[in-house]
């Protein structure tokens, strides 16, 4: 079965500081990969997404960057974290067979940045 | 752009009472999927139900149902004998060709005894 992987949890870095969160998937090849950010009281914003590796489409533009180096690894980074960067990050991947639209997501990462 | 909307910040039912939860949406695809999605306290998103626009049955799911208008881009989750375990953010989805789901910014429901 499929399992997808995000770390870490819960972070707490200071304004300016790098970030790295990873995502990983197990169980399937070539899956469709995507971060979304949870602000509070706001819904889900898609950031990338990404169809296969090293090809990330981004959907806004903000502070953070996202590479895919392996076919079921995801990173979302930043050089200098901002305040507004603080949330709730998603990560997820598209069932198999096509896409249909539905994804399975991850536990999440809580960052807060001070 | 696709665009979808949740005009009820939080909604509040009874347990074992029903509750519908409204989402509308906008686009200008004729083939496309409508999801709700469930955000348990816990945090991991879980499926809930779906629909694809080119059925005009009402998808369900156990105590879980859709009223599907696709005319008037109106997509509610009707949730029939309401549990604790119902208690979550649920939130409206919508994708079309593109391989990409947009949401809603989503529902507080809440269950009371």
């Known amino acids: 079965s499929q399992t997808i992987h995000q770390w870490p949890a819960t972070l707490v870095q200071p304004v300016g500081s790098p970030l790295s969160l990873e995502c990983t998937v197990e169980?399937?090849?070539?899956?469709?990969l995507y971060w979304y950010r949870q602000a509070a009281g706001r819904g889900l914003q898609l950031l990338f997404y990404?169809?296969?590796?090293?090809?990330i489409s981004s959907e806004v533009p903000q502070n953070l960057s996202a590479s895919r180096p392996q076919d079921r690894q995801f990173i979302l980074s930043s050089k200098k974290l901002l305040l507004s960067d603080s949330g709730f990050y998603l990560c997820?991947?598209?069932?198999?067979?096509?896409?249909?639209?539905?994804?399975?997501f991850g536990e999440g990462s809580r960052l807060t940045v001070l | 752009a696709q665009t979808v909307t949740q005009s009820q910040p939080e909604m509040s039912v009874q347990e074992a009472e029903t509750v519908t939860l409204s989402c509308t949406y906008d686009?200008?695809?004729?083939?496309?999927?409508l999801f709700w999605y469930k955000q348990p306290p816990s945090r991991q998103m879980i499926l809930v139900i779906r629909?694809?626009?080119?059925?005009?049955q009402n998808a369900t799911e156990n105590r879980f149902s859709v009223n599907f208008q696709k005319a008037a881009k109106s997509f509610s989750l009707k949730i029939s004998d309401s549990q604790l375990g119902d208690a979550a953010m649920y939130f409206c989805?919508?994708?079309?060709?593109?391989?990409?789901?947009?949401f809603g910014t989503g529902t507080r429901l809440q269950v009371t005894l």
């Open positions: 997820a991947w598209a069932g198999l067979g096509g896409w249909t639209g539905e994804l399975f």
């Open positions: 169980g399937t090849s070539n899956p469709n």
């Open positions: 990404s169809v296969g590796i090293g090809q």
């Open positions: 686009t200008s695809e004729s083939d496309y999927y």
């Open positions: 629909q694809e626009a080119y059925k005009q």
């Open positions: 989805a919508y994708t079309g060709t593109a391989s990409k789901l947009t």
